[in-house]
Structure formats: structure tokens, C-alpha cells
């Protein structure tokens, strides 16, 4: 188990292992989220970007996109130096490196130089960390939703409790939600299955919650990139989520817009 921060982990109660190669393979692929953040002049309230692997050239370079906010690229130049995280084959990544060459021509990446270190840390095989996501549940033999309220959330699945519908195990679902991560907004649009009921305090102080575990069923690759994007902004995040043993209140019929704030 991990004992202190690092590059690669903020929460050191969900990693099992942490090594330091000094000579790195990055197993990567193309879509794969990556965060960055500039460090050149040790400012650490620079925000992480999020950008995405578009390849590797393996022992040389790590081609990224552009990173951009609000739609506009940001000015970055060649030698800037960058610290960088990623998810990968169930490991937190870490690493320090440079921009090796900016290209904006005829589309804009980078070239990071490839790591001579690679900081990992093994994660439990679903981590689960805490959220509070206000959204809509439904059966989907149904056209109608119901007020939702995501209290943690893992790459397999979540605790939802939502509001006026009862649902049994094995009843196939779909969870939406609105989400900012980085600086980009989502809707996550996930289908799933009912696993299991959960008894709390507030569903026997609200008679009309209820309380459940859900598997996803993702069918496509686009929803499990959202979910793990999520998850990096909370393990990532300076700024601590309320956890989900400690829910709000009350639930209303209405869906909210939550925001996952880009971590400083």
C-alpha cells in the first residue's frame, strides 16, 4: 500500500503497489485521457489539462492533442516542461517530461519527450470513490425517469438512490447524468443492471428513495473514457468531493447540473 502522495497517486488508500521504472514501457492507446500541467515555474495552482494519446513513438516520443480551454488552443512552446497522470490497465501513471515539438500543422498535437521514469501505483481492480451526481434513472422499458442521486462510482458500477420508482435486481436501467470534467461538459448516458438493494438511513426516514447497486453495461467505449475521467478528477483533485456517506439531505424531482471542478 502507498504511504505518500505522488505523481501518480493522491489517495493512497486505494493502491496496492508502488514501483518507479526506470526505464518505462507506457502501454497506451489511441483515445487513451491524459492529464497534463504545466510546470515550469513550480506554480502548483496551474490546472490540469486533459488531453488525448494519439500515439507513441515507444522509446522516443508520446504524440498528445492540443490541450485547449473554451475552445481555443493554449500557446504552449517547445522545451516547456510538463508533469503528466493517466490511467492505464488498472495503474495510476506518473511522469515528468518536456514538450519535445509543438505541431500546428495541418492539425495541432504535441510531441512530448517519451519518460525516462514512470511512477505507478496498482489500484484495487474497481476502485470506488466518492461523487455526488444529481441525474435521472429509468427502466428501459420505460419512457419515463426518475430523480436520481449517484453517491460513488467505480469503472463497473455505482450506488444510486432515486426518488418514486421501485426497481428489482436484474431490472436493466439507464443512469444520466451532466458532468463537467477539465473544462469540457458531458452527459453521461450509461445503460446497467440492478444488482442489488441497500438499506440506509435515508431511505427509512424517506419513504419514497430507495437505495441500490449498479452494474454498468457500457456499449460504448465513448461512456467508459467519461466514467474514467470522472475518476481522475476525483483521485486527482485538490479540492475534495463530499463523500457519499454523507448525502445531502433531501432529494427533489429535479435533476441539477452537478459540476466536477478541474483541480488546481
Request: aromatic share 4%.
Amino acid at each position: 500500500m502507498c504511504s505518500s502522495p505522488c505523481l501518480a497517486c493522491r489517495y493512497p488508500n486505494e493502491c496496492q503497489i508502488g514501483t518507479a521504472m526506470a526505464h518505462p514501457a507506457l502501454q497506451v492507446t489511441s483515445g487513451d485521457t491524459l492529464q497534463m500541467q504545466f510546470v515550469a515555474d513550480n506554480d502548483t495552482t496551474r490546472p490540469r489539462l486533459t488531453v488525448s494519446v494519439i500515439g507513441q513513438i515507444n522509446g522516443r516520443s508520446l504524440l498528445v492533442s492540443h490541450p485547449s480551454t473554451g475552445g481555443r488552443l493554449l500557446l504552449v512552446r517547445d522545451g516547456q516542461p510538463v508533469a503528466c497522470r493517466m490511467f492505464s490497465d488498472g495503474r495510476m501513471l506518473g511522469f515528468r517530461t518536456t514538450v519535445r515539438k509543438v505541431v500546428t500543422h495541418p492539425d495541432a498535437y504535441l510531441h512530448l519527450d517519451y519518460p525516462r521514469t514512470l511512477e505507478q501505483r496498482v489500484l484495487r481492480r474497481a476502485p470506488r470513490v466518492p461523487v455526488e451526481l444529481a441525474g435521472r434513472i429509468r427502466c428501459i422499458n420505460s419512457t419515463s425517469s426518475h430523480a436520481a442521486h449517484i453517491e460513488d462510482i467505480s469503472l463497473r458500477g455505482c450506488r444510486v438512490t432515486a426518488l418514486q420508482t421501485t426497481l428489482n435486481i436484474g431490472d436493466a436501467i439507464e443512469l444520466t447524468a451532466p458532468v463537467q470534467i477539465g473544462v469540457h461538459d458531458h452527459e453521461l448516458r450509461l445503460p446497467g443492471v440492478v444488482r442489488n438493494t441497500v438499506d440506509t438511513d435515508r431511505d427509512r426516514s424517506r419513504p419514497d428513495a430507495r437505495t441500490y447497486g449498479v452494474e454498468f453495461k457500457p456499449s460504448r467505449s465513448s461512456d467508459e473514457l467519461l466514467i474514467r475521467g470522472l475518476i481522475y478528477e476525483q483521485l486527482h483533485g485538490d479540492t475534495e468531493q463530499p463523500a457519499a456517506a454523507s448525502p445531502r439531505p433531501a432529494l427533489s424531482d429535479e435533476s441539477a447540473r452537478t459540476r466536477i471542478p478541474m483541480s488546481a
